[in-house]
């Protein structure tokens, strides 16, 4: 079974939708989440961790839901800059507890 | 401050040949990651080095993949004799771990080293 699962999309929505991307992990253990953005043939890029409580930046929402292992990223009012690859990261836990892993991602394209 | 940087950003190389590509993580990280990304894929591990400790070497595909790192600073992956299945984006990554409070697991990637096998 793979640490880190989400569905490949691809997603596509117009401008100012609302879009959620949704991911499961398999280590009970870890202790830290975050999105991470990856443009066309660039590096992926934190976008934002994520907290027991859930978060929100701006357009961007995440939820943490420790007992089913699963987390969430919700994006608001979509805009065209938005189109990219959404990664689901999570730490290992225990001995991998250096360790990230990412899920494959799931690519979102905004249309005018 | 500065990122991470990589280098040689791409490299063209003869089936057969031996490159090295070069990571420098952002000053006070502890931990680098190297990952590679085929084109269309996900990222895949490769190795991990933290502080003085042993490197992480489990996702290394083979033994013609080898990395160094000097103390805290700059670390080389080698691939000796590339075959073109190595064909693909390498990406370095630092972060602070062992991290501090809810900082410090976060990795941040350089540009990648762009290695097509000929």
């Known amino acids: 079974r793979k640490e880190v699962e989400q569905d490949p999309g691809p997603f596509n929505v117009p401008e100012g939708a609302t879009v959620a991307f949704n991911c499961t992990y398999s280590n009970s253990a870890s202790q830290s989440f975050f999105w991470y953005r990856q443009d066309c043939r660039k590096e992926p890029k934190l976008l934002m961790s994520v907290y027991s409580s859930g978060n929100e930046d701006g357009r961007f929402t995440a939820q943490l839901n420790r007992a089913s292992q699963y987390i969430s990223l919700l994006i608001r009012d979509s805009k065209l800059s938005d189109s990219a690859t959404y990664l689901c990261?999570?730490?290992?836990?225990?001995?991998?507890?250096?360790?990230?892993?990412f899920g494959r991602g799931t690519q979102l394209t905004v249309w005018p | 401050g500065a990122g991470v940087s990589q280098s040689p950003s791409n490299k063209v190389t003869e089936k057969g040949k031996d490159v090295e590509l070069r990571c420098d993580p952002i000053s006070g990280h502890t931990a680098l990651y190297w990952y590679r990304q085929r084109l269309g894929q996900g990222l895949e591990f490769l190795i991990y080095?933290?502080?003085?400790?042993?490197?992480?070497k489990s996702g290394l595909p083979s033994d013609r993949f080898s990395a160094e790192r000097t103390g805290e600073s700059v670390s080389t992956l080698t691939i000796q004799r590339t075959q073109q299945e190595d064909s693909a984006v390498y990406l370095c990554?630092?972060?602070?771990?062992?991290?501090?409070?809810?900082?410090?697991?976060?990795?941040?990637f350089g540009p990648g080293t762009r290695l097509t096998v000929t």
């Open positions: 990261v999570v730490n290992g836990g225990g001995s991998t507890l250096g360790r990230l892993y």
């Open positions: 990554a630092s972060s602070l771990f062992p991290p501090t409070g809810l900082a410090g697991h976060e990795q941040y």
């Open positions: 080095f933290q502080g003085n400790s042993a490197p992480d």
